[in-house]
Nanobody, 120 residues
Framework: QVQVAESGGGLVQPGGSLRPSCVAS????????MGWFRQAPGKQREVVAH???????SYADSVKGRFTISRDNAKNMVYLQMKSLKPEDTAVYYC??????????????WGQGTQVTVSS
C-alpha cells in the first residue's frame, strides 16, 4: 500500500506566502510524476503544478510566476512554494503521486488535502 500525506496549509493574508509539503510512503519502488491540485468550494478540482521524476515542471496559468513546485526524490517528497497569495487561491490543496516500476506507472495515489485560506 502507498500513503500520501500533505501538510503545511493554513491561514495567510493576501500577498503572503506558504509552503505546503507532501510525502509518499509505503510500498514504493519508483515515483514518477508528482502533482499539486486544488479544489475551491463549489468548483471542480484543478491542476496547479506538476513535476516529473527528472524535475521538469509545469504550472497552471493562474499560478505561473507565483508558485514553484520542487521535489526531493530521496525523501519521496514534493513541495509547493506559494508567494503573492490571492484570495482566489483559497482552496483545499491535494497532492498526488504516480507510483510504479522503472518502466510503467501502476497506480496514482492521493492525499487527504490541506486547507489554504487567503484572507485579511
Amino acid at each position: 500500500q502507498v500513503q500520501v500525506a500533505e501538510s503545511g496549509g493554513g491561514l495567510v493574508q493576501p500577498g503572503g506566502s506558504l509552503r505546503p509539503s507532501c510525502v509518499a510512503s509505503g510500498s514504493i519502488f519508483v515515483i514518477h510524476g508528482m502533482g499539486w491540485f486544488r479544489q475551491a468550494p463549489g468548483k471542480q478540482r484543478e491542476v496547479v503544478a506538476h513535476i516529473s521524476k527528472g524535475g521538469t515542471s509545469s504550472y497552471a496559468d493562474s499560478v505561473k510566476g507565483r508558485f514553484t513546485i520542487s521535489r526531493d526524490n530521496a525523501k519521496n517528497m514534493v513541495y509547493l512554494q506559494m508567494k503573492s497569495l490571492k484570495p482566489e487561491d483559497t482552496a483545499v490543496y491535494y497532492c498526488n503521486a504516480a507510483v510504479g516500476t522503472t518502466q510503467i506507472v501502476t497506480g496514482i495515489y492521493w492525499g487527504q488535502g490541506t486547507q489554504v485560506t487567503v484572507s485579511s
